[in-house]
DNA sequence: TGCTTAGATCGGCAATCAACGATATAACGA
DNA sequence: TCGTTATATCGTTGATTGCCGATCTAAGCA
């Protein structure tokens, strides 16, 4: 299995030096857990507002957190229409894993 | 296997969300690799002064480092005489693939 | 073509972090 | 006791991050 290198390492660990957004990423374990929307979260992701509401941030501080995670490689996003919807990259995070175990 | 919870691991982030500190930690998997010193860095661990001439820091700066990474759990220390001998916690970077591969 | 909604980006301010030199403490040997 | 060496801590400065409101862009609908 592919592992990362340290500066994807240090750019991951900074994302999830966070409460928050490591808060985000295991919210986004369980999609079904957020109000309903138009597109199925289980499929597509959970969109940026039930994100937000969740985390009690405003919509910018919001966007920022989920930019973070996506240029860390730990979450993916998908645009449908006006909703950019936000996944779990779990691949990433299995390397994140056994990188820790293997290497760090 | 036991595992951190949220706060710990925001902490063990934060401290590993540095490249000379991430670089650190590496090191101290082969404490053989350092120049020779009084006590055997492969049983007691590392002193402070050879890592902090390998990162290229000032004395100030390597003993907060180390601060920093032992806070978070991820080296333990030794005094011995007038050398502070630094010492991966393999334990505890164990718990911490665990807690990615299976919390996050 | 306007509204309205979702989201991204910009600009700014406060808080935290990075790094250093200076100083303090502790151990040891002359 | 007095240097000397190793390390820790303090105080400061510049850089980065956190977070917000305001603004911009894109989509969808009247």
Redesign the interface.
């Known amino acids: 299995m592919s592992e990362l290198n340290?500066?994807d390492?240090?750019q991951v660990?900074?994302a999830?030096?966070?409460?928050t957004r490591?808060?985000i990423?295991?919210w986004l374990k369980d999609p079904g857990s957020f109000p309903p929307q138009e597109q199925p979260a289980e499929e597509i992701g959970v969109c940026l507002k039930h994100i937000q509401a969740r985390a009690g941030v405003s919509q910018s501080t919001a966007s920022q957190f989920m930019a973070i995670l996506q240029r860390a490689g730990l979450v993916t996003s998908r645009r449908i229409g006006p909703w950019t919807h936000y996944q779990r990259n779990d691949e990433r995070?299995?390397q994140?894993?056994?990188t820790?175990?293997n290497?760090?």
């Open positions: 340290e500066d390492l240090v660990f900074k999830l030096g966070h409460p490591l808060s990423m295991s995070i299995r994140l894993g056994s820790v175990a290497t760090i």
